[in-house]
Each structure stands twice: as C-alpha cells, then as structure tokens.
C-alpha cells in the first residue's frame, strides 16, 4: 500500500513511523478491523492524511474477503427516479468506502437474470433494488444482502425503504385549504397504480367535504390534464363564477365526474393533481379558457420534476420526493446488513415546495 507523492513513496512504514505504532496496528487502523483504541485510530488516520497516505484497495479486499462493490438494479431507464436514488445511496456508502456499480435491466427480466449473475460473480458485498414505480415487484433471489429503494418488494420480510405519497398529498391539500380555497378537485394518474391511489387518499382525507367530485383517475400525462379541465368545466364549473365550455357529451377516463350543463355559481377553485405532468396540462388549459393560475384556479403537482415544474405557466406548487435522502436511508440499511445488523424497512416523508400556481407572483 503506496502513494507516489512529489517523485517519493509513501509506504505503511511511514504512516506507522509518524503515528508512533507498529505497521501491524496502522494496517489495522486504516482498515477498521482489530481491537484499538479510538484514539490510537484517529492518530494513524491523522498521520496518513498528512502524509497523503492511500491504501490499496485490493489488499484491502484480500484481508477483509469482501470487494467495497455494492450493485444497484433498476428498471428506470430515463435515470428521473433511479440517479437522485443512485446518489442518495452514494453518499451513504461512501462513508464505507463502497463503490456503486449500475445496472439497467429496461424491465427485461432476462436482462435482469443476467445482471445478477454477473454482480454475484464480481462478489458485490449487496445489491440495492430501484426502478421508476412505486409499487411492489417480486425480490430478487441472490445470496447476499438486498435493499429496495423506492420500488418496495411484494416479501414483507425483505428491507424496502419507499415514500409516504399520503402523508406528501396531505400536505399540498393543507396548504391549499390556508390558502382559502374551499371547491377542490383531484386528478391523478392510473388507479392501478399505488402511487395514484396513496395521493388520492391523503389529499382526500385532509380535504373532507371540500372536495367537489369523485377523484379523477387516467393517464400521467399533459394530455390528461387538458381533458381533465374540460370535464370539471362541464360538471363542477371553474373559477368563482362557476363557468364552463359548455354542454359534453362523451365521459372522462374512470372520473366520477358529471358531465353536462355547467352549473350556477361557485365553480372549482383549486386542482391537486397527482403529478407535475398532469398540472403543467392543467395550467395550460386553464389559460387557454381564459382562466388565471392562480387567480381563478390554483393548481398543484406532485413529484417537483424540474423540467415540468419550472417551465410551467406558472410555475408549479408540488411536492418534493426527496430521493436522495431516500438513497442515503437505502444505503445507510445496505451497509448495515453487510456489516451483520437488521435494519428494518423504512419510508420517507416527501417536502412541500411553493411556488407561484397557489399564491401568485
């Protein structure tokens, strides 16, 4: 173990020489093994830092039997959910000096299989399992440690570290309601889908009799937001004067909602939607039927994607999924089930952010 420093070699022998010890006890100092005290650890470390000391991670490797290589699988090939998760992750393994190897299995099981035995043949010490779903998939079978980030696995035993979506939902629909708004409809994505049901629920549950019509399930997509407005205007009505486009005909994708003449009086004066993809269609919708955000309609998404949140008109109130933070409690798990511990599943709470589609300029 050496490090090439101004054209001269720093060897164990040195850091050993300036902490005061043996080279048997820097060795084991540096690589967090053998009974020392703290401060005899601190003073190697101190001493090979100011050396510019940098162990060789294959004898590493040989004396402990494992390789610091942890792999991450994920399904999610655009990296929207899988990246923050990957860095969050990082940070956590750093800490034990990990590296990360991804893999992107494009939910190709046979891509899949074959990712596995590869990580299992490298001796990955555990293997972190993502993807670009909520809901449950089935666990991998792998002779190491496994933790699954985001995308919870169907076995209760296993260690799954997923977001609270309800208790995110809950939020923006408090923050709705101090905002004064009291004729509030929710559209989301597939009901199918855990996360579409989970905001459901929590938005629900806060906004109680406030909420207008049944939840409006469909598509996570612009496209869906634009149809969901013209449904509201000709069931609910928007705005304060309860105005709408007139008589439909044709019925919204499982919505709930009536659809016909637009009614008299106070119409819907806020959409919590289900994603910020669905809230961008919603805004521009609105202000294509001459409806201001949020002036007449306040609007929220859901997932603080910067490229649909920003570019909005305007931008989107939404809530944060804090993935790196859910990275970092994957990875603090993952270490501990390499290192003989139990940790126990886990979620994280997602972070309102405000911005101007629910309380203006």
Excluded at 102 to 116: G, S
Excluded at 203 to 220: I, N, S
Excluded at 295 to 311: E, K, N, R
């Amino acid at each position: 173990m050496t490090l090439e420093r101004a054209g001269k070699t720093v060897r164990i022998t040195d850091v050993a020489a300036l902490a005061g010890v043996s080279i048997g006890t820097a060795s084991k100092a540096l690589n967090g093994t053998g009974q020392l005290r703290d401060a005899t650890r601190e003073r190697v470390k101190d001493a090979a830092e100011k050396l510019g000391f940098v162990g060789d991670a294959r004898a590493r490797a040989l004396s402990s039997g494992r390789t610091y290589t942890v792999g991450m699988i994920t399904t999610d090939s655009f990296g929207r959910f899988s990246i923050p998760v990957l860095l969050g992750a990082e940070d956590a393994l750093s800490a034990g000096q990990m590296a990360v190897l991804l893999c992107d299995t494009r939910d190709d099981h046979v891509r899949e299989a074959h990712y596995l035995r590869s990580l299992a043949a490298r001796g990955v010490d555990g293997i972190i399992v993502t993807g670009r779903s909520a809901d449950a998939r089935p666990p991998i079978d792998v002779p190491i440690p496994v933790v699954y980030a985001f995308t919870p696995s169907t076995d209760p035993d296993d260690v799954s570290v997923t977001l609270d979506d309800a208790a995110g939902s809950a939020r923006v629909a408090e923050h709705v309601l101090s905002t004064g708004r009291r004729r509030v409809a929710i559209v989301t994505g597939p009901e199918r889908h855990r996360s579409a049901v989970r905001r459901v629920c929590g938005a629900a549950e806060v906004l109680g009799a406030h909420l207008v019509a049944e939840p409006m399930y469909g598509e996570w997509s612009e496209r869906w937001g634009r149809q969901a407005v013209d449904l509201l205007a000709r069931g609910a009505g928007l705005g304060s004067t309860g105005t709408g486009t007139g008589a439909g005909t044709g019925a919204g994708i499982g919505t709930g909602v009536g659809v016909g003449s637009a009614p008299d009086g106070p119409g819907v004066d806020a959409i919590v939607c289900g994603s910020d993809q669905i809230a961008r269609g919603v805004c521009d919708r609105l202000r294509e039927l001459g409806l201001a955000v949020p002036d007449d309609v306040a609007v929220t998404g859901f997932d603080d994607w910067d490229v649909m949140a920003l570019a909005s008109r305007p931008p989107l109130t939404t809530v944060d999924l804090r993935l790196e933070e859910l990275g970092r409690v994957a990875g603090r798990a993952l270490l501990d089930l390499i290192e003989g511990g139990a940790p126990v599943s886990a979620t994280v709470t997602p972070s309102l952010v405000v911005r101007e589609s629910t309380v203006g300029a």
